[in-house]
């Protein structure tokens, strides 16, 4: 009976504990085994061979699911039936066996310890099953919040957020947390822990294996305070890469994403594997407020737009997935949670609505910066002494000292001499609208060796460029206004 009790005891404390005791009772009382839950059906996960419920059968389950009795025995010749309620609670299940007649008090003993560790391991089972429902759900709620925040929603994000913990600060730092996609939830598990529950810890729903983390943090803060535990604790992580973005306002989210995303493709090339993002002035910030009045009639006829049938999206929606697809391409079907064929209607509709042509990249980073300048600061009313007399035009807007000056600063040494190869593959991948095959084509090496070239480039501006999201729409800017000629506006 010892050994007996031992070997159940191996049984239900291991992997799937629950089927794997059950086929011991099966075999030590050479019959067949069925658990049902307190109506009668099958407990869910407990695979077992499917037991022969004769009417009999049923109506003894029936008698114990309504509390009548807390056990029976059905006998004939041949067929021995016992039925017994695990545990005392009242949605305890019914551990229905057949088989050999219990033949002595080895045999009662037996079935009493089995029943004794079925409760047990049917209420573990039970325990953790709600908790991955929480934690299920705690997950949809993060990623929803992370949606909203995306698309702007603000107030949104903070209702759906206020059902968890922590609040959502005013003031975030965005971390980019990448590793083996077979390791996110241990990884996630591990942010928290050294986090101490103060961060939002989100699993990114466009890239598997990054983690999002919305850490409250104020400007004058380092960025490695936060992180600087996790680097350390995340050494059993051979392939673990972080990237951080700059303190930003919790509006401001998806910018301080895209910074901790292009540290992020910097890091992967760095011996520490962890970057803070580097900031070499935001070319929208130079352009106000004429380039928001140049944004303002750029995309008039999309912001002015009413839909035909209420059931259609209106502009603020074609504006939210316009703006997600210049920053993640394909992948904005996952960030905004909609269909790949709706996507392409709604960039279809996009496109006929402003006249343009969203394949080409010069026409993506016109739209890109546009968006960027009316999510900017509030702008002077009409009439103001900073307010422009008339709309500029483009090339205007980037025809100036402090426009020249960021193009200076963002390029950097991609403008030296040794890099003039570099810089003419950059210039043929963009005028190929970014395709690898056809830039190769241009100038003459393969497309692996195009892409090389340009992962290179990331190193050196610290940007990521294949990507997305990607620094390609800045970076035309920038080689646009220094040498226009090399680049068609």
Known sequence: MDNDLREMHRLAVGEDGLRRLLNWLEQRFRGQTALLDHTGAPVPGVRTRTLDMSDEIADGVRRLTEGDKRSAA???PGHHVRLVTV????????????????????DSSVLADALRLIDLRWRLDQAERHQARLRDAEIVIR?????LLMIGDLGGARRVGSALAPPLPDIVRVYLVEGPATEREEIALLCEDVLRGHAWVIR????????????????????????????RRGDGHRNLVIGAGE??????????????????????????????????????????????????????PLL???????????????????RAWLDFRGGAVRQLKIHRNTLLARLRHVGELLGVCLDRVPTQAQLHLALRLLAGPRLPEPGSPTFPDRPLGFLELL????????????????????????????????????????????????????????????????????GAPSARYDLFLALAIQERAALSL
């Open 74 to 76: 059905i006998s004939a």
């Open 87 to 106: 545990g005392g609670g009242p949605r305890s299940p019914i551990l229905v066996l057949t088989g050999t007649p219990l033949t002595g008090p080895d």
């Open 143 to 147: 990623e929803s919040v992370l949606h």
């Open 204 to 231: 990114c729903p466009v890239y598997r294996r990054h983690l999002i983390v919305l850490v409250p943090t104020s400007e004058s803060r380092d960025a490695a305070d936060d992180m600087e535990p996790l680097l």
């Open 247 to 300: 303190a930003v306002r919790l509006r401001d989210v998806p910018t301080g994403y895209e910074q901790a995303f292009h540290a992020l493709t910097a890091a992967r090339h760095t011996t520490d594997r962890y970057l803070r993002f580097s900031r070499e002035g935001d070319v929208a910030s130079r352009l106000q407020p004429g380039g928001a009045q140049w944004a303002a009639a750029l995309l008039d």
């Open 304 to 322: 002015r737009y009413l839909p035909a049938r209420p059931q259609d999206p209106d502009a603020a929606e074609l504006i939210t997935t316009l």
């Open 399 to 466: 025809d100036t000292p402090s426009v020249r000056s960021w193009s200076d600063s963002f390029l950097n040494g991609l403008l030296q001499p040794d890099n003039v190869t570099l810089r003419r593959t950059l210039e043929a991948w963009l005028t190929a609208d970014a395709q690898l095959e056809p830039a190769a084509t241009a100038i003459g090496v393969s497309a692996p060796g195009v892409r090389k070239r340009l992962v290179r480039v990331e190193q050196m501006l610290g940007r990521s460029l294949l």
